[in-house]
Every structure is written in structure tokens, then in C-alpha cells.
């Protein structure tokens, strides 16, 4: 079992950032993949970014350029660094892990945009 707390979210004005973090219950180094996903108001989930454990990534076009996904081994969380934000990148931001093909989820934390 893998548990994730997601911190980080909240208010923005656009053109501001935010940075969330996700800690978790296991070492991040047993962990092959771990993602943040984004849930707009009637939308579905969408991937954001992505990383390895070789430190690989990939990111939404829409972020490309103003996200920045990365991870700490050595406490044990996963970052996303959120810059230039958007109205259209309010969301509520869940992190993910995949280890033995097992998908976890943190219970997400909510981003808003908005002047």
C-alpha cells in the first residue's frame, strides 16, 4: 500500500504560482511512476505531468513551458511547481503513484485561479 497526502493548493490570482507537494507513506524510490492529475469543474481527470524514478518526464501540452514536476528520494515527496497560472488550470490536482500496477490516489487539493 502507497498513501499519498497531497498540500499546496489554494487561491491564485492569474499569472501567479503555486508549488504542491505530495508526501508519501512508502520510499519514493520503490515507487516507478508518479504523476499529478487535474479534475476541472465538468471535466474529467486529466494527466498534468509525469515523472520516473530515473527522473524521466512529460507534461500536458497546456502546462508545457510553466509546470515543473520533480522529486525529493530523500523526503519522500513529489513536487509540482506551478507558475503563469491560468483560469483554465483550476482544478482540484491529485497525485499518483503506480507501483506492481497498482494506481494510488491522494484525495486531492484545489486549485483556483481567479482575480
Known amino acids: 500500500q502507497v498513501q499519498l497526502v497531497e498540500s499546496g493548493g489554494g487561491l491564485v490570482q492569474p499569472g501567479g504560482s503555486l508549488r504542491l507537494s505530495c508526501a508519501t507513506s512508502?520510499?519514493?524510490?520503490?515507487?516507478?511512476?508518479m504523476g499529478w492529475y487535474r479534475q476541472g469543474p465538468g471535466k474529467q481527470r486529466e494527466l498534468v505531468a509525469r515523472i520516473s524514478s530515473g527522473g524521466v518526464t512529460n507534461y500536458a501540452d497546456s502546462v508545457k513551458g510553466r509546470f515543473t514536476i520533480s522529486r525529493d528520494n530523500a523526503k519522500n515527496t513529489m513536487y509540482l511547481q506551478m507558475n503563469s497560472l491560468k483560469s483554465e488550470d483550476t482544478a482540484v490536482y491529485y497525485c499518483?503513484?503506480?507501483?506492481?500496477?497498482?494506481?494510488?490516489w491522494g484525495q486531492g487539493t484545489q486549485v483556483t485561479v481567479s482575480s
Open positions: 499518483n503513484a503506480v507501483k506492481y500496477l497498482n494506481n494510488y
Open positions: 512508502a520510499s519514493i524510490f520503490g515507487i516507478p511512476i
